[in-house]
């Protein structure tokens, strides 16, 4: 399909503060604000949705210090039309899952994770009415709000201690509390009153055994100006006095955190054995005495739970990670504050085990949330740490948008980064060129999407892509990286292929062909990506009409998948090829072997598939009609033409 001319995204518009225009769900720089977001909602509504959700549902408990009646407008879809009565026993099936989700997440969208998830439907006030009486409201009534605001503050003068407060069982974060504890009671000097109903208190236990001054001065949450002007020009971070809480044990059921760590060893050492049963039993007994006596959010106890979660995702155990994570995660809050930092980096580790499961939409929400607080913390060090801080999440998110089919937000991504890097200088110039080269392969995907539903309207020129694509060979020629390299020339023949630019196929396929028949590729890099460029090889020969050449790569892909333990003779990539063996032969003109190939391929396929599995029915219809149609995912076998997804069927995350 010859592509058309297109206005390209202008890849050079102004860096604007990233402070100001990375708002949580907005990952694009823009010159101006649209008048409508991509739900068609005006910005005044997106804006009074966002005031709103912040009033009633923050991310923690709010401590308000009055109440305003607000009436919300029906919501639309998860609200039912008819409200109708739901059991105690539906409601306590799905209590677990509701507490954990909504930690993280606004009444809204828990009610429609609810809804698309689990088809669990009620109205706004049976939701409310429920969470109260499993008390898990996030707003504090005003008699609540000022009790915690006198007693914290009393015992803060009178005794030097902060004071950590639960409601029904469920800490309140302490930067909550310290928050209120800013702006000390304007009210004369009384008695608190009796303690609220529910409501309890003890002496803070800090996360962090670090020197505290012994007679804090009274105004110690009111710096003064030059102390302000200090904080803020001096290059060496400052951190907030902690108190020191009371003593930690030295042991916990016997043993000292030396113990823990010599069974956290082992429990790596029985992972790198292959004795997952054994790791995980270790592992679990490591991070249960380490949280005791070091603490849920120290450094060993968090690397432990990092080695576990990896072994667990090997051994097909991610279950039990995301318990241990989901666990870590609301530590965090308890002990360091929903804004913390090392909170943020908790829910990102939680988001990447979703991911890791498949559970895409559940890792997004997590995902660009853990970003957005990074992002926050970071930015007052600049946009270099900033970019830095939340690369890797970013890449995460960018692979979430493509296997959605969301083209437009992953297409905004990378010209937000191709910008940001622009700015930053020659250190970053890797990242550019990878950046660029992620936009070229966004859009080859889209071409060929929108090429086989015959839709001739261009996303972009060709001549632009290519300008992508070249200017990414030219940095990772200069600087030797082999892997980005070769998938740029990879999509450089993609595109001559797409745009049927044979002139320029032929020498762009010689180089690639050059590239992967060094020796050295098989072994430096993974078996897929090199049998990847050696299919994309074949097709450029097939596109350019030289059988003989197809034919002579794909047999040697065949022997490449055989030798491979891990693949085999009868695994879905050597099937795959055989049928890609089989077009090479009906376009050769030899319709007998291209029939053996297709049957050879059938043999395999009712030894090794599910008997619904739709490659079935495909290998019949070659047979039956003696040409081949569409192209084939080489992990699951199905057309990846008729996909949402801008990645194929089964993708695998690349780290950069």
């Not at 225009?21 to 966002?50: C, K």
């Not at 009444?107 to 809804?115: A, D, G, K, S, V």
């Not at 829910?347 to 929400?365: D, F, K, P, T, V």
């Not at 913390?377 to 970019?387: I, Q």
Request: glycine letters at 6%.
């Amino acid at each position: 399909m010859i592509m058309e001319s297109f206005n390209f995204p202008n890849l050079n518009f102004q860096v604007v503060s990233p402070v100001q225009n990375w708002e949580l769900g907005d990952t694009i720089n823009r010159p101006e604000t649209p008048a409508f977001g991509t739900d068609g909602r005006s910005t005044v509504q997106m804006q009074a949705t966002l005031a709103m959700d912040q009033l009633i549902d923050d991310n923690d408990f709010t401590l308000t210090q009055e109440h305003s009646l607000v009436v919300a407008p029906r919501e639309q879809g998860i609200e039912p039309d008819v409200p109708k009565r739901i059991s105690r026993g539906d409601w306590e099936k799905h209590r677990e899952l509701i507490k954990t989700q909504y930690s993280f997440k606004t009444l809204t969208e828990l009610r429609q994770f609810m809804m698309t998830e689990h088809g669990f439907i009620a109205s706004t006030q049976q939701w409310k009415k429920k969470l109260a009486e499993w008390h898990l409201s996030k707003n504090l009534r005003p008699h609540v709000t000022k009790f915690i605001r006198k007693r914290a503050h009393r015992r803060l003068v009178n005794v030097g201690k902060a004071t950590q407060f639960s409601l029904g069982g469920q800490s309140i974060p302490m930067d909550k509390v310290k928050r209120h504890l800013q702006d000390p009671p304007n009210d004369p000097p009384s008695p608190t009153g009796s303690t609220p109903s529910g409501l309890s208190y003890c002496t803070y236990k800090s996360p962090m055994m670090v020197p505290t001054k012994l007679n804090p001065p009274s105004n110690l949450f009111q710096a003064s100006t030059q102390e302000e002007y200090s904080r803020s020009t001096s290059s060496t971070p400052i951190s907030d006095v902690v108190e020191i809480g009371p003593i930690v044990p030295a042991l916990w059921k016997g043993h000292d955190i030396d113990y823990f760590l010599t069974v956290a060893d082992d429990a790596s050492s029985f992972a790198a054995s292959e004795d997952y049963r054994k790791a995980k039993t270790a592992f679990i007994e490591a991070l249960e005495g380490l949280g005791v006596l070091l603490s849920p959010v120290h450094a060993q106890t968090v690397s432990v739970l990092e080695n576990f979660v990896r072994e667990a995702g090997r051994n097909d155990d991610l279950p039990t990670a995301l318990d241990k994570l989901h666990t870590s995660y609301n530590a965090h809050k308890d002990l360091l504050g929903v804004q913390n930092k090392r909170t943020w980096r908790s829910l990102a580790r939680l988001g990447s085990a979703y991911l890791e499961e498949a559970n895409i939409n559940q890792a997004y929400h997590m995902l660009l949330n853990a970003r957005q607080g990074l992002f926050v913390n970071a930015t007052e060090l600049g946009p270099e740490v900033a970019f830095v801080s939340t690369r890797q999440l970013t890449d995460q998110i960018i692979f979430i948008l493509r296997r959605q089919g969301d083209f437009e937000a992953a297409e905004e991504e990378y010209i937000r980064l191709i910008s940001l890097l622009g700015s930053l200088g020659e250190a970053h110039l890797p990242g550019l060129a990878f950046y660029k080269q992620g936009l070229a392969n966004l859009y080859l995907w889209e071409m060929g999407r929108q090429g086989a539903r015959n839709n001739t309207l261009p996303t972009v020129s060709a001549q632009q892509i290519e300008n992508l694509i070249q200017d990414a060979l030219q940095v990772n020629s200069a600087n030797k990286n082999k892997a980005i390299y070769i998938q740029c020339l990879d999509d450089l023949c993609a595109l001559y292929i797409n745009t049927r630019q044979g002139a320029k196929l032929l020498p762009s396929t010689r180089a690639l062909e050059k590239e992967i028949e060094e020796p050295i590729c098989l072994g430096l890099f993974p078996i897929e990506m090199v049998l990847s460029a050696m299919e994309m090889v074949a097709a450029c020969y097939f596109q350019l009409s030289m059988y003989d050449e197809t034919e002579r790569w794909h047999l040697r892909i065949e022997g490449e998948i055989e030798r491979t333990p891990h693949l085999g003779p009868r695994s879905t990539w050597a099937l795959g090829n055989l049928v890609n063996l089989c077009r090479t032969y009906f376009a050769k003109g030899e319709r007998y072997n291209a029939i053996e190939m297709a049957r050879k391929a059938q043999v395999i396929a009712r030894e090794t598939l599910p008997h619904d599995h739709a490659f079935h029915n495909t290998l019949k219809r070659i047979i039956e009609a003696g040409r081949v149609d569409g192209n084939f995912c080489k992990i699951c076998l199905t057309d990846f033409t008729t996909t949402r997804s801008l990645f194929g069927c089964c993708p695998s995350l690349i780290k950069s």
